[in-house]
């Protein structure tokens, strides 16, 4: 009869999850998900009127304790010698194969979506050295439009100063397991030069043979640029509150006990002169600090190195000639640009 099972087997019975009593002569359309009953029906009928319909697909069926389970199709009509035409099926559970690749999709998936959305730049090379993945935070760092411009390239087409020397040397580093930290110059592709932190590790396959290289690269441009200026302002420290402590000390070598009182009053002005100019110059630099969060701001430069000549000539009778200087040049400052005049 159209629909009813007439023969299974036992992987068929594992599969549905019935006793071969509770199959045989029932309609298989009892044991489909609804998701499946209607495409199952109608490639039923159309294959046993004989037209031309696919003949694997997938399906779902629902177990006897209400769970779905994937199943591959493979079906046929076949006549017999009664004259009858028959549907012959063989199914087999994909279940754990459709949950295995959906896990990997979603693995894959968390994976871009980290790599593509991290901050720092990332490329993968292999053996050879060359770049087979570059993610677009290093298209950005280097100057690039999409990985596509990196991909193919060598490693040393990005690495300053490299050469295969360097190559052959890290991928022996990797190949036994080693994981470093080091920095480097990046190559930007307007020549240029791009400071950054490369954190590199050895790339493996299933079997846990070395296939390339992975590293993270961070751009410390900003670190650098911070450094220059700590750099900066430590040597005007050393170099200016040296010489002030030099004014100081030779005031203090004019204090002797039987000094007459003008010496004495010159030795004082030393000493007082070199430890306010001390005072001032870590004002300077405390106050060119806390500006890098200001605003800039439109300031006359006129009026500016006006009142600073004017406040150098009550501190230190000098008069600075500003005859020449424009009084309609505007600049865009923080509160610091009095100190660098």
């Given at each position: 009869?159209?629909y009813?099972?007439?023969?299974v ?5 594992d599969?549905?999850?019935?006793r071969?009593?509770?199959i045989?002569?029932h309609d ?8 499946s009953?209607?495409?199952v029906?109608?490639r039923?009928k159309?294959?046993?009127q ?9 399906i779902?069926?629902v177990?006897?304790?209400?769970e779905?389970?994937n199943?591959r ?5 076949i006549q ?10 063989q199914?087999?559970d ?14 894959e ?8 959305n991290?901050?720092?730049g990332?490329?993968?090379?292999n053996i050879?050295?060359i770049i ?9 760092m ?7 411009e990196?991909?193919?390239q ?7 100063g ?7 040397e ?11 930290q080091?920095e ?8 240029g ?6 954190t590199?590790?050895?790339?493996l ?5 070395y296939?390339?290289?992975?590293a ?9 640029k911070t450094e ?11 170099h200016?509150?040296?010489?002030q402590?030099?004014?100081?000390l030779a005031?203090?070598d004019?204090?002797e006990?039987?000094a007459p009182p ?7 002005r ?15 630099v ?7 969060s ?11 190195a ?5 406040l150098?000539f ?9 005859s020449g ?17």
């Amino acid at each position: 009869d159209a629909y009813k099972l007439e023969y299974v087997n036992d992987k068929v019975c594992d599969i549905i999850g019935r006793r071969r009593s509770e199959i045989l002569g029932h309609d298989f359309r009892e044991f489909l998900h609804a998701d499946s009953l209607d495409i199952v029906a109608e490639r039923y009928k159309k294959r046993r009127q004989g037209e031309d319909v696919p003949s694997a697909y997938e399906i779902k069926i629902v177990r006897k304790d209400g769970e779905v389970r994937n199943i591959r199709m493979n079906a046929g009509a076949i006549q017999g010698g009664d004259g009858r035409v028959r549907t012959v099926a063989q199914l087999l559970d994909i279940t754990d194969e459709k949950a295995g690749a959906l896990a990997l999709e979603e693995s894959e998936y968390r994976y871009r979506n980290l790599v593509e959305n991290m901050d720092s730049g990332l490329s993968v090379d292999n053996i050879e050295g060359i770049i087979t993945l570059a993610n677009d935070a290093l298209c950005r760092m280097l100057g690039y439009d999409s990985p596509d411009e990196l991909i193919g390239q060598k490693i040393t087409t990005v690495l300053h100063g490299w050469t295969q020397n360097h190559v052959n040397e890290k991928v022996r580093d990797r190949k036994a397991g080693k994981i470093e930290q080091y920095e480097a110059q990046l190559i930007h592709k307007s020549g240029g030069m791009v400071p950054a932190m490369v954190t590199a590790s050895p790339l493996l396959d299933h079997n846990d043979e070395y296939i390339g290289s992975m590293a993270v690269f961070t751009n410390i441009s900003e670190l650098k640029k911070t450094e220059a200026e700590v750099h900066f302002l430590l040597d005007l420290l050393l170099h200016d509150i040296g010489n002030q402590l030099q004014l100081i000390l030779a005031g203090g070598d004019f204090l002797e006990r039987n000094a007459p009182p003008d010496q004495i009053v010159r030795s004082k002005r030393y000493i007082m002169d070199g430890a306010l100019r001390c005072m001032e110059l870590i004002q300077k630099v405390r106050r060119a600090e806390e500006s890098k969060s200001e605003p800039l701001s439109p300031n006359l430069l006129s009026l500016v190195a006006r009142a600073e000549t004017e406040l150098l000539f009550k501190q230190r009778g000098v008069r600075v000639d500003l005859s020449g200087l424009d009084d309609n040049i505007t600049v865009y400052a923080d509160q610091a640009l009095s100190q660098q005049l």
